[in-house]
């Protein structure tokens, strides 16, 4: 039988993989139900869900730090976990001995650890302590040291759970750096968890997305993430009175995704039963971790309240430019009249923004500082 290069190629096959857990009480707890799937070599992909979906078990089985209760989880090549940052180091030994530890547990030679030695103690940049016992150094270098070492060693397959929050901004951004070195090389498979979506967008190609110990569904990571937000956001509109009937917000792209700097139009189209005065629309941004960004507020260009007529009213918001750095944001809609909340939607009008140079990017917004102003237009009934 002729088999294709994805079938070939794998590195990673997980073949319906349960694994539970049995209590005294002869209770038992799902962990992980009927799971399969297959990863190729060179392939980046994201594991996603909430809390107590199975992300960090599935990492596990990977990993081999558990057995499946049924089924099989085969990998092909070395693995190494970023699962939990300096397992194996010593207080006692200095940090220059912990790596020489760390890598003898790695299965690597004592020339072979010499010669990373160099690279490892710049990727840390403790200076001076490398030479010192690890229970003299603060936590944030116990984690430089740690996280430089593990992603030294020679590694086929990558697994990295919720440790991208290493150090201070600079190493972090060093160490996403390296990772997305790591991954354009095309040689090496990447696991991601993380809860972090617009991270997870900038180093992987797929996603899973586990609820419940299953797989809800496998693909394209903007693709999965976007369908994965949409579930957890409550979309359910608030209607205080029945004066505003049905509301729909969409952006001028199908697909709803820009280039940082592009402009972008969103869409308003608010159905009512009569004529409503003195109305303030309000529209909140968020980022993929629910973080507040910005808002576009009529009331930013204009002193005026809206009106709007009986039946259909169509309100565009023109941005000039969508100053944003990479990752996927939605949008939440209020809507006030005489100091009162007419209507509130609370997640509508997902919408990603991409750009492969976000590292050098300036004048961008980024999570790390929120209230940044873009600049809109409000404009009533465009079409007529």
């Known amino acids: ?30 962990a992980l139900s009927d799971v399969s799937f297959t990863l190729p070599e060179g392939s980046s992909t994201a594991l996603i869900g909430g809390n107590g979906s199975g992300k960090s078990t599935l990492l596990k089985l990977i990993a081999g730090i ?31 001995e912990n790596i020489f530890f760390y890598g003898r547990l790695q299965g690597l030679s004592e020339d072979e650890i010499r010669n990373l030695l160099p ?27 740690a996280f430089a070492t593990a992603i030294h060693m020679p590694f086929d397959i990558l697994l990295i759970d919720e440790i991208l929050a290493v150090g201070d901004a600079a190493f972090q951004q060093r160490s996403i750096e390296r990772l997305r070195a790591v991954r354009s090389g095309g040689e090496k498979t990447l696991v991601v968890v993380s809860h972090q979506m617009n991270l997870l967008g900038q180093l992987c190609d797929q996603a899973i997305w586990l609820s419940k110990g299953k797989v809800v569904e496998m693909g394209p990571i903007d693709n999965v993430v976007t369908n ?43 159905q009512t039963t009569q004529v ?13 971790n ?21 039946g259909l009213n169509t309100i565009q918001i023109h941005i000039p430019r969508l100053t944003l750095f990479p990752g996927n ?25 991409k750009n492969q140079d976000w590292l050098k990017m300036i004048n961008a917004h980024t999570t790390l500082r929120t209230g940044v102003y873009l600049k809109h237009y409000f404009k009533i009934n465009p079409e007529s």
């Open 276 to 288: 409503i005065t003195g109305l303030q629309i309000r529209i909140n941004l968020f980022d993929a």
């Open 228 to 270: 994965y937000l949409q579930s957890e956001q409550t979309k359910t509109g608030y209607i205080k009175n029945g004066c505003i009937t049905d509301v729909s917000c969409i952006w001028d792209r199908e697909a709803a995704t820009y280039i940082t700097g592009e402009e972008a139009n969103l869409i308003l189209k608010i």
């Open 66 to 96: 558990l057995q499946p209760s049924e089924g099989r989880v085969i990998t092909r090549g070395r693995v190494a976990s970023l699962l939990d940052l300096g397992a194996g180091f010593h207080p006692e030994l200095t940090g220059r």
């Open 119 to 145: 690279e490892i103690k710049a990727f840390a940049d403790i200076g001076e302590f490398t030479e010192r016992p690890l229970k003299y150094y603060s936590h944030g270098m116990y984690l430089r040291l």
């Open 1 to 30: 039988m002729h088999l294709s290069a994805s079938e070939k190629n794998w590195v990673i096959r997980a073949e319906r993989v349960r694994k539970f857990y049995e209590f005294d009480d002869r209770s038992r707890l799902d």
């Open 329 to 353: 944001y939605f949008c939440r809609v209020s809507m006030y009249a005489n100091d009162q909340l007419l209507y509130r939607q609370m997640a509508t009008a997902f919408f990603q923004v």
């Open 290 to 310: 629910s973080t507040f960004i910005t808002h576009l507020d009529a009331g930013f260009e204009s002193d005026t309240l809206m009106s709007l007529k009986k």
